[in-house]
């Protein structure tokens, strides 16, 4: 009770410690192997015109990169020398004022991103014919449809100019129609010899728009050069964990259930891979190791899209067969077949295993990921909602209609 | 080509150490920035409110009114004769301005990081917004103030060409004060508990409620090191058009300016670790 009182009493004194130490960097130069450099030995030129696209895991260090780039943290080490005004899109609408009308969140938000005022002044008809909420130009802002808010961002975003555009994942916002008119607008950016820094995990965003790829790993350029090559390799590293992942050094926490080997293949060959064409259904095999007979195990899997939202859950024990039936105990592999309904894009799997429902269990977050191609999709691949299946129609004709004079005889 | 090339600007990105200096001239290319988000935070103020600008007025006028009830009627605290509702509303008014100058902006880094951690601008600029649309409310003000003199039959005279001084002094001290404040604030948010209660004291600091005679002349120098002091007496004697008082002003005027050049400096020292610790 005492020593709690004391504590408590100092505790300011170790708040002071933490906080003054935020700006402190030398205990950790004393030590330099306590030290995680987001970015090291990276060096690329990039020449005008060039549109230039930034991949890698996550934590790879891209948006470090970025943010050195557009100057929003400095670098510890090293130089950058960029020739050109630069524009960064890190996210749409920054610095939009909900209290504030469309015209006047134009104004404030292109000046925060860079312009003159006598640039928006130029522009602004255009910016205000491409957002398409003219109508509303004199509402405030927070009376508009998240989809307005957008559109009027972009709008402002799109008509930047820089000689040097930076973008990060912007496309992960708004509907799909919304995200083909800014891979479009990026497109014109850079046929105009504007340069383009993109970042993105949406392969198929980057194989369109950019030309040459910089592949970063553990913050090192893995990789770069011609961007079909670079996103090739980056997607065949399995060490990267997109096809295959093994829980190395991770123990389960809830269950006894160990996780072995997680792995995407390819349903005919059985090869791992990360990369399907549309329609056609990857194969997941989750390899697991039951300590204990137990009637309550299953496995499942999350899938979620770019965005972060779950497409759905799916579990072993939804095949009736494996529903309540015991495991004795050894090696098992629970494998399934992923739909062939997702749309072209980069899908995310979370894995996990479970003893009892919702009693005890282990998930291993986005350990896999996938990238669906818009190859042999007979559709526009960017058509609207969440996944899209190819479902079956029929057209009964009830009545025989007159057509250019001649009777249309009844079908079926 | 060659022209072309060097037509562009080049900025080079390098690692940032220790002390830096202000680059004024790109603070200048931002000022179409500047202009927009004081005219924001003006625009913003008062949205959706009944009584809109006059707020500015209402405000400052209940506060002289208690003021001078309590220490003019009931206390009778002595102000060298002048009536206590002017030696009051020349004194609450720019004290209003510096007070809330300094709030906003003391508040201004933590309040932005979302603008903070993407786009890059001159960080400069947070603290320095405040300073500039908080005058709009204290040049409406000016309504109370021009009232109660012209009530009083007060005739400044040639003195107001001291004004401007004064006016800038009052502007250089929430500028030093929000430039230390707003980059100490990003680390300890204890700045925002402190600094209410502080403001509520430092009322007491300067001569507003009081008069300035009333300190022992032996601590008058230390006494008007604070230049909120020689804000005030400075805006007092200026539009009662009595002798400006430069004993009380002096002192301030040496120590706004150490505020802030220090504070800017000290600014910039801190600049390089805004985002990553905000």
């Given at each position: 009770?005492?020593?709690?009182?004391?504590?408590?009493?100092?505790?300011?004194?170790?708040?002071?410690?933490?906080?003054?130490?935020?700006?402190?960097?030398?205990?950790?130069?004393?030590?330099?192997?306590?030290?995680?450099?987001?970015?090291?030995?990276?060096?690329?030129?990039?020449?005008?015109?060039?549109?230039?696209?930034?991949?890698?895991?996550?934590?790879?260090?891209?948006?470090?990169?970025?943010?050195?780039?557009?100057?929003?943290?400095?670098?510890?080490?090293?130089?950058?020398?960029?020739?050109?005004?630069?524009?960064?899109?890190?996210?749409?609408?920054?610095?939009?004022?909900?209290?504030?009308?469309?015209?006047?969140?134009?104004?404030?938000?292109?000046?925060?991103?860079?312009?003159?005022?006598?640039?928006?002044?130029?522009?602004?008809?255009?910016?205000?014919?491409?957002?398409?909420?003219?109508?509303?130009?004199?509402?405030?802002?927070?009376?508009?449809?998240?989809?307005?808010?957008?559109?009027?961002?972009?709008?402002?975003?799109?008509?930047?100019?820089?000689?040097?555009?930076?973008?990060?994942?912007?496309?992960?916002?708004?509907?799909?129609?919304?995200?083909?008119?800014?891979?479009?607008?990026?497109?014109?950016?850079?046929?105009?010899?504007?340069?383009?820094?993109?970042?993105?995990?949406?392969?198929?965003?980057?194989?369109?728009?950019?030309?040459?790829?910089?592949?970063?790993?553990?913050?090192?350029?893995?990789?770069?050069?011609?961007?079909?090559?670079?996103?090739?390799?980056?997607?065949?590293?399995?060490?990267?964990?997109?096809?295959?992942?093994?829980?190395?050094?991770?123990?389960?926490?809830?269950?006894?259930?160990?996780?072995?080997?997680?792995?995407?293949?390819?349903?005919?060959?059985?090869?791992?891979?990360?990369?399907?064409?549309?329609?056609?259904?990857?194969?997941?095999?989750?390899?697991?190791?039951?300590?204990?007979?137990?009637?309550?195990?299953?496995?499942?899997?999350?899938?979620?899209?770019?965005?972060?939202?779950?497409?759905?859950?799916?579990?072993?024990?939804?095949?009736?067969?494996?529903?309540?039936?015991?495991?004795?105990?050894?090696?098992?592999?629970?494998?399934?077949?992923?739909?062939?309904?997702?749309?072209?894009?980069?899908?995310?799997?979370?894995?996990?295993?479970?003893?009892?429902?919702?009693?005890?269990?282990?998930?291993?977050?986005?350990?896999?990921?996938?990238?669906?191609?818009?190859?042999?999709?007979?559709?526009?691949?960017?058509?609207?909602?969440l996944i899209l299946p190819m479902l079956e129609w029929d057209v009964?004709?009830?009545?025989?209609?007159?057509?250019?004079?001649?009777?249309?005889?009844?079908?079926? | 080509?060659?022209?072309?090339?060097?037509?562009?600007?080049?900025?080079?990105?390098?690692?940032?150490?220790?002390?830096?200096?202000?680059?004024?001239?790109?603070?200048?290319?931002?000022?179409?920035?500047?202009?927009?988000?004081?005219?924001?935070?003006?625009?913003?103020?008062?949205?959706?409110?009944?009584?809109?600008?006059?707020?500015?007025?209402?405000?400052?006028?209940?506060?002289?009114?208690?003021?001078?009830?309590?220490?003019?009627?009931?206390?009778?605290?002595?102000?060298?004769?002048?009536?206590?509702?002017?030696?009051?509303?020349?004194?609450?008014?720019?004290?209003?301005?510096?007070?809330?100058?300094?709030?906003?902006?003391?508040?201004?880094?933590?309040?932005?990081?979302?603008?903070?951690?993407?786009?890059?601008?001159?960080?400069?600029?947070?603290?320095?917004?405040?300073?500039?649309?908080?005058?709009?409310?204290?040049?409406?003000?000016?309504?109370?103030?021009?009232?109660?003199?012209?009530?009083?039959?007060?005739?400044?005279?040639?003195?107001?060409?001291?004004?401007?001084?004064?006016?800038?002094?009052?502007?250089?001290?929430?500028?030093?004060?929000?430039?230390?404040?707003?980059?100490?604030?990003?680390?300890?948010?204890?700045?925002?508990?402190?600094?209410?209660?502080?403001?509520?004291?430092?009322?007491?600091?300067?001569?507003?409620?009081?008069?300035?005679?009333?300190?022992?002349?032996?601590?008058?120098?230390?006494?008007?090191?604070?230049?909120?002091?020689?804000?005030i007496e400075g805006f007092r004697a200026t539009l009662l058009g009595?002798d400006i008082p430069w004993e009380y002003v002096a002192p301030g005027?040496?120590?706004?300016?150490?505020?802030?050049?220090?504070?800017?400096?000290?600014?910039?020292?801190?600049?390089?670790?805004?985002?990553?610790?905000?």
């Amino acid at each position: 009770m005492a020593k709690e009182l004391f504590r408590f009493l100092r505790s300011p004194i170790e708040n002071y410690r933490r906080y003054r130490s935020l700006y402190d960097f030398s205990d950790l130069e004393s030590s330099p192997q306590n030290v995680l450099h987001a970015l090291e030995d990276v060096s690329f030129d990039v020449h005008v015109g060039e549109r230039i696209g930034i991949i890698g895991a996550n934590g790879a260090g891209k948006s470090t990169l970025l943010k050195i780039l557009s100057r929003i943290t400095p670098p510890s080490r090293g130089t950058a020398v960029i020739r050109g005004r630069v524009s960064s899109l890190l996210e749409v609408g920054t610095g939009f004022h909900p209290e504030l009308t469309g015209r006047e969140n134009i104004y404030l938000n292109g000046t925060i991103l860079g312009m003159r005022k006598a640039e928006i002044d130029r522009k602004f008809d255009e910016i205000a014919a491409f957002s398409a909420v003219e109508k509303f130009l004199d509402t405030p802002v927070k009376r508009y449809s998240s989809g307005m808010k957008v559109r009027l961002a972009f709008a402002v975003a799109a008509h930047l100019e820089p000689e040097i555009l930076i973008v990060d994942e912007v496309l992960a916002v708004g509907d799909a129609a919304f995200q083909q008119k800014c891979l479009k607008k990026m497109e014109d950016v850079g046929a105009h010899g504007r340069t383009v820094l993109f970042v993105s995990h949406n392969m198929g965003a980057i194989s369109q728009l950019c030309d040459r790829a910089i592949w970063l790993k553990s913050g090192r350029v893995e990789m770069e050069g011609p961007v079909d090559e670079v996103i090739r390799a980056y997607l065949n590293d399995g060490a990267s964990g997109l096809a295959v992942w093994r829980p190395e050094g991770v123990e389960p926490e809830n269950t006894e259930i160990r996780v072995l080997e997680a792995s995407l293949r390819d349903p005919a060959s059985g090869e791992p891979t990360s990369m399907v064409a549309y329609g056609k259904g990857l194969r997941l095999d989750i390899r697991y190791e039951v300590p204990r007979a137990s009637p309550n195990v299953s496995v499942f899997y999350v899938l979620r899209d770019a965005m972060g939202d779950v497409i759905y859950v799916s579990r072993d024990t939804d095949n009736p067969t494996w529903k309540g039936r015991e495991r004795a105990a050894g090696t098992y592999v629970s494998t399934t077949k992923l739909p062939g309904f997702l749309k072209p894009g980069r899908y995310l799997l979370s894995v996990g295993v479970a003893e009892g429902v919702g009693a005890r269990w282990d998930r291993y977050e986005d350990v896999l990921s996938f990238d669906v191609t818009s190859a042999g999709c007979p559709v526009n691949p960017a058509r609207r909602g969440l996944i899209l299946p190819m479902l079956e129609w029929d057209v009964i004709a009830e009545k025989p209609g007159v057509d250019g004079g001649k009777v249309v005889p009844l079908a079926r | 080509m060659k022209t072309e090339e060097n037509d562009l600007q080049t900025t080079v990105i390098r690692p940032q150490h220790g002390w830096q200096a202000i680059d004024l001239r790109e603070l200048l290319e931002y000022r179409d920035l500047f202009g927009f988000l004081v005219w924001r935070d003006i625009k913003v103020l008062y949205a959706q409110t009944i009584l809109g600008f006059f707020w500015a007025i209402l405000a400052p006028l209940i506060q002289i009114v208690v003021f001078t009830v309590i220490f003019g009627k009931v206390a009778k605290v002595s102000t060298d004769g002048i009536p206590y509702f002017l030696f009051s509303t020349l004194a609450v008014i720019p004290w209003n301005y510096m007070s809330t100058a300094m709030t906003t902006s003391s508040a201004s880094l933590v309040g932005g990081q979302a603008l903070l951690g993407k786009v890059y601008f001159p960080r400069l600029i947070f603290p320095i917004v405040p300073v500039l649309s908080k005058m709009v409310d204290f040049l409406i003000s000016l309504v109370v103030l021009a009232g109660v003199m012209i009530y009083y039959k007060v005739n400044p005279g040639w003195n107001l060409v001291f004004l401007p001084v004064f006016l800038l002094l009052m502007m250089i001290v929430p500028a030093g004060i929000g430039l230390w404040l707003s980059s100490l604030a990003i680390r300890y948010r204890d700045v925002k508990f402190a600094l209410q209660y502080v403001l509520k004291l430092l009322i007491y600091s300067a001569p507003i409620l009081y008069s300035a005679s009333a300190i022992p002349e032996k601590y008058r120098f230390l006494y008007s090191l604070n230049p909120i002091v020689g804000v005030i007496e400075g805006f007092r004697a200026t539009l009662l058009g009595q002798d400006i008082p430069w004993e009380y002003v002096a002192p301030g005027m040496f120590t706004a300016v150490i505020l802030l050049v220090s504070g800017a400096l000290y600014f910039k020292r801190m600049e390089r670790v805004f985002v990553d610790v905000i």
